[in-house]
């Protein structure tokens, strides 16, 4: 079995890792003919793609500031943040693991059987978020004697921008996907974007977390990215609140380690997945020889390269007229 962490200690570039990885697992599939492999091999294409043909980033950044240039017009009262990321590549090998660990698992757990493999790869199917940006705004405390005031019409403003991107970012190149769950929506979303919006302001995650999330379509770079909006006081609670990344990570952990009455050897690919998932889970990060990458302990990291962190794109910031 060829995992990602073969590829971690040899002072390669995150590219070379990656075209390692990619190349081994392709020369393994002509011997397995292994399904889940191949599904997995477009996967690291894809990251491939979007780190040696990242031009379109900057025309994309361009095209997404215009939406901060629109929102410093439009609301110059209000503060906000615009900050985009790459997913990282240990983090993206996570999600495609533990997304074949949970499919196969949701499964198992019904019917008692494997899934139907062709299922399975239609779920592997869905990574949008590649590439994610989020937006978080906040109203200054200090010109509200209510705080709930200020809470409600922040909350009205998130909706009221969210509004507008479908018009405003279709301008600009990007289609907007439908991905809404069949969930209820605010009276505040324009019911013609329900089919889009996942609201998990209306329908927060059991962890209390709560955001807006839309998938786009960059249709001059040809990907999909995510975009999320907030107010300051759900991205406190995301990022330093109990539905912080560690909690949710931990959380993660937990399922992508449940194995119920799947038997080794029952599925190859459950099998292959907890297997890299748990490497994955047990680097010792002071050992990782990765170029641009350092660390002495787990908690202590430096990550210059994208491999654990991922790395930053478009860091906007406005503040408030109130707060010049």
Do not use: W
Not at 13 to 36: A, F, G, P, W
Not at 144 to 154: N, V, Y
Not at 263 to 288: H, M, P, T, W
């Amino acid at each position: 079995m060829v995992k990602l962490t073969d590829y971690l200690y040899d002072g390669d570039t995150v590219i070379q890792i990656l075209h390692r990885y990619y190349s081994d697992l392709c020369k393994s599939i002509e011997e397995t003919s292994n399904e889940i492999d191949k599904v997995h091999t477009m996967f690291l294409q894809q990251q491939i793609d979007l780190l040696e043909n990242n031009d379109f980033i900057t025309s994309q950044a361009q095209r997404i500031r215009e939406l901060y240039q629109y929102m410093v017009s439009e609301y110059p009262f209000l503060s906000f943040t615009f900050k985009g990321r790459i997913k990282s590549l240990i983090r993206a090998e996570q999600k495609f693991n533990g997304y074949v660990i949970e499919y196969i698992y949701e499964g198992y757990k019904k019917t008692g059987k494997i899934p139907d493999i062709e299922e399975l790869k239609k779920k592997l199917d869905g990574f949008r978020d590649l590439i994610a940006y989020r937006i978080v705004i906040q109203l200054p405390k200090s010109s509200f004697k209510d705080d709930t005031k200020r809470s409600e019409i922040e909350l009205e403003l998130l909706y009221k921008i969210t509004n507008i991107l479908p018009k405003f970012l279709s301008e600009r190149g990007f289609s907007i996907v439908e991905s809404s769950k069949d969930i209820n929506h605010s009276f505040l979303l324009n019911p013609s974007l329900h089919k889009y919006v996942r609201d998990y302001v209306s329908n927060p995650s059991s962890n209390g977390y709560k955001s807006l999330h839309l998938t786009l379509h960059d249709d001059i770079a040809d990907c999909y990215i995510e975009l999320q909006l907030r107010t300051k006081d759900m991205d406190d609670f995301a990022e330093i609140g109990s539905a912080n990344h560690i909690n949710y990570e931990n959380k993660q952990i937990e399922k992508r380690n449940r194995r119920l009455g799947i038997k080794e050897g029952e599925s190859i690919y459950f099998d292959e997945a907890i297997k890299r998932e748990e490497l994955l889970q047990n680097i010792d990060y002071s050992l990782v020889d990765v170029n641009m990458f350092g660390a002495t302990s787990n908690s202590l990291v430096n990550d210059g390269c994208g491999l654990l962190k991922g790395r930053m794109i478009t860091p906007f910031e406005h503040l408030s007229k109130f707060q010049k």
